[in-house]
């Protein structure tokens, strides 16, 4: 079984100035202000390599004393039941389901974003990513924005 990751709230001035350069990458990428990563890169001065190197373990969180609106992107086998299975698991876990988007399947699979209050939730957002991931029909859960 895969190491389940652990997440940390650090300030972003004691970040590593790559980290915020990535950060900000992904942004101007996000936002469409620029259309590929090289242009990202040169923008923000840094190399591919860190570029990628970093991306996928960097994800900016919001301000938390606004409550915890969490945005997660699933990727599922088109299968009967497999979006209910997903909506009953966070109802048990007592996350606030407040919007539900699903993509059209494609070669059997279908991505689905999943915006939802956590704030009074009763297991920790690693649990919770970790019982998505072990679900039937599911390949792939994360975090995209809270």
Not at 15 to 37: I, M, N, Y
Not at 50 to 71: C, E, W
Not at 121 to 127: A, G, I, K, P, Q
Request: aromatic residues 6%; charged residues 20%; hydrophobic residues 45%.
């Amino acid at each position: 079984m895969a190491n389940t990751p652990k997440y940390y709230i650090i300030e972003a001035s004691a970040l590593p100035e790559v980290f915020l350069k990535v950060s900000e990458a992904k942004r101007l990428l996000d936002t469409g202000e620029v259309s590929t990563v090289n242009a990202a890169t040169k923008r923000v001065d840094i190399s591919r390599s860190a570029f990628y190197k970093y991306r996928d373990a960097i994800l900016p969180f919001q301000n938390l004393m606004n409550g915890r609106i969490l945005t997660f992107q699933l990727l599922l086998h088109d299968e009967p039941g497999v979006l209910s299975s997903i909506l009953a698991l966070f109802a048990q876990r007592a996350a606030n389901i407040l919007t539900i988007n699903q993509t059209i399947p494609t070669n059997s699979c279908a991505v689905v974003v999943v915006s939802a209050e956590t704030s009074g939730m009763n297991v920790s957002l690693e649990d919770l990513l970790h019982d998505l991931e072990e679900m039937s029909g599911v390949i792939k859960a994360e975090v995209l924005a809270g």
